[in-house]
Structures are given as structure tokens and as C-alpha cells.
């Protein structure tokens, strides 16, 4: 059974930084590609990041190029988020979620919600 | 990037009904890699077709996609009440990936 529980959202002011993660349970972390989605409040699904599973070939969107970071640790079966230079549009639910199959967000976490304000 | 528009977006049906959401690139999406997610207010998505055409884990065959290239196509067959939601479409054949808007399906 697929389980992700993502953690560390929060309220956090514009321009700080913070740290989301991804627990993952169930399956072998290591062999699988893992994805970020956010959603923000009342709006559609935006697609954040992508990592494999070599750890190595990571993709962001345009939108947080060069302010997020995608990692993981597959000793600790968990998936990272590094945010920083944080802005109000940023402000948004998190998901992780697994690849499976095909390179796509196959399985999904509940979220988890980061507001970005002062 | 790969913009898709989704139409649709809203479409006010009863169950029972026939619904058919349309999803359009403005380039071939690479391999069809094209899917398909429900989602229902408080909850993640869930996927529903991948490869534009396969049929996730669990999912009634009342769902079926189709297309390939720059159309894509989800259908529902007959519309139950569990059916009323928002629905996505998302390229993966390129980075970075993209979503569709979004189409509402309502319960007319």
C-alpha cells in the first residue's frame, strides 16, 4: 500500500524559506521517480517539480526555477522541498506523489498547506 | 512549455448523461504522454487515465480517453453521482510538465 504523508507547511513571511518532506511508506523509494504539485486556494493543479529516481535528473517549472530544490534521501525513504526566496503566490497546498508506470504523479499525499504572508 | 486549454469549463449534465471534456496542446504532446485526474473539493487528485488512453489502477471502465498529438479526449460513458467534480488534464512528455485549467462537471 502506497503511503505519503507530507509535512512542514506553515505560515511563513515572503522572502524566508522553508523545508517541506514527503514520508514515504509502502514501496521502494529508491526505484521510483517522485513529483511536487501544488494547488493554490480556489485555482487549479500547477505542476512544481519532478525528481528521478537516480536522484540525479531533477525539473522545475519555470515559476521556481532557481528558488526551489527537489531532493531526496533514499535511505530515510523521504522526499524534500527546499523553498526559498518564498513569495505570496507561492502560497498554495503541496502535494508529493509517486510516479508509477509512466513518468506521471500516479499516487498522491493528502498535502500539505504553506501560506506565504505577512 | 506545453500549454493545454481545457473545454468545456463547466458542464452541467444529469446523471445518467453522457460527459465529454476536450483537452488541446499547442504542441504534439511527446509519446501521448497524456492524463487524466478527478478531483473532489478537500481531496488530492486522483488519476484516472494515463498514456492518453490506459485506465488507472481501480478505475470504473465507464472512463476511457482517447487521442493522440494535440487533441485529447476524456469520456465518461454514463455520469453517476460520484462523478461530479473537477477534472485535469497534465502533459508529462516534456518539462517542464503541465496542467490543464480544469473542467467542471455539475450536476444539472
Known amino acids: 500500500q502506497v503511503h505519503l504523508v507530507e509535512s512542514g507547511g506553515g505560515v511563513v513571511q515572503p522572502g524566508r524559506s522553508l523545508r517541506l518532506s514527503c514520508a514515504a511508506s509502502?514501496?521502494?523509494?529508491?526505484?521510483?521517480?517522485m513529483h511536487w504539485v501544488r494547488q493554490a486556494p480556489g485555482k487549479g493543479l500547477e505542476w512544481v517539480a519532478v525528481?528521478?529516481?537516480?536522484?540525479?535528473?531533477?525539473y522545475y517549472a519555470d515559476s521556481v526555477q532557481g528558488r526551489f530544490t527537489i531532493s531526496r534521501d533514499n535511505s530515510k525513504n523521504t522526499l524534500y522541498l527546499q523553498m526559498n526566496s518564498l513569495r505570496a503566490e507561492d502560497t498554495a497546498v503541496y502535494y508529493c506523489?509517486?510516479?508509477?508506470?509512466?513518468?506521471?504523479?500516479?499516487?498522491w499525499g493528502q498535502g500539505t498547506l504553506v501560506t506565504v504572508s505577512s | 512549455e506545453i500549454v493545454l486549454t481545457q473545454s468545456p469549463g463547466t458542464l452541467s449534465l444529469s446523471p445518467g448523461e453522457r460527459a465529454t471534456l476536450s483537452c488541446r496542446a499547442i504542441?504534439?504532446?511527446?509519446?501521448?504522454?497524456l492524463a487524466w485526474y478527478q478531483q473532489k473539493p478537500g481531496q488530492a487528485p486522483r488519476l484516472l487515465i494515463y498514456?492518453?488512453?490506459s485506465r488507472a489502477t481501480g478505475i470504473p471502465d465507464r472512463f476511457s480517453g482517447s487521442g493522440s498529438g494535440t487533441d485529447f479526449t476524456l469520456t465518461i460513458s454514463r455520469l453517476e453521482a460520484e462523478d461530479f467534480a473537477v477534472y485535469y488534464c497534465?502533459?508529462?512528455?516534456?518539462?517542464?510538465?503541465?496542467f490543464g485549467q480544469g473542467t467542471k462537471v455539475e450536476i444539472k
Open positions: 506523489a509517486r510516479a508509477y508506470l509512466q513518468p506521471l504523479p500516479y499516487h
Open positions: 509502502g514501496f521502494i523509494f529508491s526505484s521510483y521517480a
Open positions: 525528481i528521478w529516481s537516480d536522484g540525479i535528473t531533477k
Open positions: 504542441q504534439s504532446v511527446n509519446d501521448n504522454y
Open positions: 498514456g492518453a488512453s
Open positions: 497534465q502533459q508529462y512528455g516534456s518539462a517542464p510538465n503541465t
